[in-house]
């Protein structure tokens, strides 16, 4: 089997950076430790949010790739790896059923050879996308009460119009105003 595997992180944060080394790792490890198995390629999206198939060039290439007939199975960590937009995830899925090749999410332990069913993926994927959206308003609280509070770290850069009290406090600098 020609056996691709597909590897993701959202954030260039150093721990994201080291969860992506060690996926690219053991995917590599592996494909090449099964005489089965032709490595393709390991498709790479680093620091790049799921949420949209826009941006994820190693994403396209791979179901490009895999839509002309070059891979066979596509291994990936986890369904909120592959995507975590429903109807951009289905559609993928449903573009690689319909070209053959075999999706298999580790976490899940789902096998699109073997779940024919789309609702299961679908409500695995939503649980992701959900889990996404409430990161997302989580993180916009967090700003927007650092904000309101003056505790942002926005607040320690040099503003045109303001200055700093003595007790850190940003102030109206009249002859800037």
């Not at 290439?61 to 790896?81: F, H, Q």
């Not at 053959?100 to 069913?117: K, M």
């Not at 040099?158 to 800037?176: A, C, F, M, S």
């Amino acid at each position: 089997l020609r056996v691709a595997a597909y590897c993701r992180v959202s954030t260039q944060e150093e721990e994201q950076i080291g969860s992506f080394d060690m996926q690219v790792r053991h995917f590599t490890q592996r494909i090449e430790g099964n005489p089965d198995w032709e490595l393709v390629e390991i498709y790479q999206d680093e620091g790049i949010s799921a949420t949209t198939v826009k941006k994820r060039l190693g994403f396209q290439k791979m179901i490009a790739d895999a839509v002309n007939g070059k891979i066979d199975l596509i291994l990936t960590k986890s369904i909120s790896r592959f995507g975590r937009d429903t109807v951009d995830t289905l559609e993928a899925l449903r573009r690689l059923k319909a070209a053959g090749v075999r999706v298999i999410f580790d976490e899940e332990g789902l096998d699109t050879d073997e779940v024919d069913d789309e609702l299961l993926i679908s409500v695995a994927e939503s649980f992701a996308q959900a889990e996404n959206e409430s990161r997302s308003m989580n993180i916009r609280m967090g700003l927007r009460n650092h904000a309101l509070n003056g505790s942002s770290g926005n607040y320690r850069k040099r503003l045109y119009g303001y200055v700093k009290d003595e007790g850190g406090n940003l102030v109206i600098e009249p002859t800037q105003a």
